[in-house]
Nanobody
């Protein structure tokens, strides 16, 4: 039943890099945008970055601008989040999201931990 498969989470040092990937495993009708959200312990889920599928227009949270880059590969049905200059504040569970015609879809989440 899972339609989004996330990978790339793990441990990183402050200032390091990680790349998250999200693949659409099962067809989602009329996906117009995909993105990444994250949730730190004790906090609500927050937007990190989004990208439109057709035009590749992206949007970033202020906290990650200049450090994170979101991209999509339409042929491979995959989105990526390149995370550079990582900070401890980036720690959390990262969730892939796909905005479909009928509903939104969430991945199961992948843990990202940044430590000094």
């Amino acid at each position: 039943q899972a339609q989004l498969a996330e990978s790339g989470g793990g441990l990183a040092r402050t200032g390091g890099s990680l790349e998250l990937s999200c693949a659409v495993v099962e067809t989602i009708f009329k996906v117009n945008a995909m993105g990444w959200y994250r949730q730190a312990p004790g906090k609500e889920r927050e937007l990190v970055a989004t990208i439109t599928i057709d035009d590749g227009v992206n949007h970033y949270a202020d906290s990650v601008k200049g450090r994170f880059t979101i991209s999509r590969d339409k042929a491979k049905n995959t989105v990526h989040l390149q995370m550079n200059s990582l900070k401890s504040e980036d720690t959390g569970v990262y969730y892939c999201y796909a905005n479909g015609y009928f509903q939104g879809y969430w991945g199961q989440g992948t843990q990202v931990t940044v430590s000094s």
